[in-house]
């Protein structure tokens, strides 16, 4: 337990802010349900057992809508950095097949490391920590795993401190995934990058730091940061080391509220970020 707060007035809390967002930016539709969801259009047909009409399970939601899958999947088409083209199909390669005669099939790949879902270390924008070694194996893995709240960001704008003022967040709560007019947007499901993107501008970060008990910030395209503030707000988030930014989620058709967040990054060593696998209990 870390909440300063019972969690029944969390609840509260967070239902009284959804709902005066609801009110305020209300679309009903504003989450539409993720395309490919049980369809085929990213399975291998065979690749069960052999038998070719046997279509492997490709879930956002377990165990009747308790676990959710908030990370992206690696697909070709997945936006990058500054990017037009996205990831591309060679970021994934067999280097060994059955088809070709092996015994197994074993595969590689080549992945920028804030590719996709993805977390960022202190030394992301600060090359002191990089070479002190403040590196993605050194993050505290109970900021990653426990409580978090879901918000809704109004969706007219980037997060100013305004904005965060606005969110009422209250003390205790450590961990927030901050949803916003991207996931909306689908921006995250769309392969040209695109700089319009909603994020923390330096004094929406600035005010997170010095008003908030937040250590984990949650966002739903490939920076926390907005971007022209990229560097900017980075420097304010990271210069404490406290403070672990989680970007890229997955948040569509997730109810807001209070959920465990569960977050685990690869154990990098040197390096200042790392894709991510995180998942939503209820
Ligand atoms: C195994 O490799 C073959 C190519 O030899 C490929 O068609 C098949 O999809 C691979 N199976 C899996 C599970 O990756
Ligand atoms: C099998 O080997 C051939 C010849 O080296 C190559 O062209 C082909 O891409 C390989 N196929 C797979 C699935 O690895
Ligand atoms: C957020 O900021 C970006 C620039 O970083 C801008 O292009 C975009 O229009 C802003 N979005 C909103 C909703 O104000």
């Known amino acids: 337990m870390d909440s ?3 969690l029944s007035f969390l609840c509260f809390l967070a239902l009284s802010i959804s709902h005066h967002f609801r009110a305020a930016s209300a679309n009903p539709a504003a989450y539409p ?4 969801t049980n369809s085929v259009d990213c399975s291998i047909p065979g690749a069960a057992g052999g038998n070719p009409d046997h279509i492997p399970p490709r879930r956002e939601v377990y165990d009747n ?3 959710f899958d908030i990370t992206h999947k690696y697909v070709p088409d997945m936006p990058v950095w500054d990017s037009k083209d996205g990831l591309g199909r060679h970021f994934l390669w067999l280097e060994k097949s059955i088809k070709n005669g092996s015994r197994s099939n074993n595969s590689a790949m080549k992945l ?3 590719t996709g879902t993805h977390v960022d270390a202190p030394s992301h924008f600060y090359d002191n920590y990089l070479d002190a070694g ?3 194996d050194s993050l505290d893995i109970e ?3 426990g409580y978090a709240l879901l918000v809704d960001v109004p969706r007219d704008t980037n997060i100013t401190a305004e904005v965060m003022r606005s969110l009422s967040i209250p003390h205790g709560v450590r961990r927030v995934l901050f949803r916003t007019l991207n996931t909306d947007r689908r921006l ?3 392969k040209e990058f695109d700089t319009t993107y909603v994020g923390f501008m330096e004094d929406g970060a600035k005010w997170l730091v010095e008003n908030t008990d937040i250590k984990l910030v949650g966002v739903d395209y490939l920076s926390a940061a907005a971007y022209e503030h990229s560097v900017q707000s980075h420097l304010v988030f990271l210069e404490s080391r406290e403070i672990i930014l989680v970007e890229g989620l997955k948040l569509d058709d997730i109810p807001e509220g209070i ?3 569960n977050c685990l990054p690869l154990r990098l060593v040197g390096s200042e970020a790392s894709p991510i696998r995180c998942i939503l209990i209820r």
Request: proline share 8%; glycine share 12%.
């Open 4 to 6: 300063l707060l019972p």
């Open 33 to 36: 349900t993720i395309p490919g």
């Open 65 to 67: 809508g308790r676990i």
């Open 112 to 114: 920028g490391v804030h």
């Open 134 to 136: 403040f590196d993605v």
């Open 143 to 145: 900021v990653l795993n």
């Open 188 to 190: 995250m499901f769309k």
């Open 259 to 261: 959920c465990t967040l």
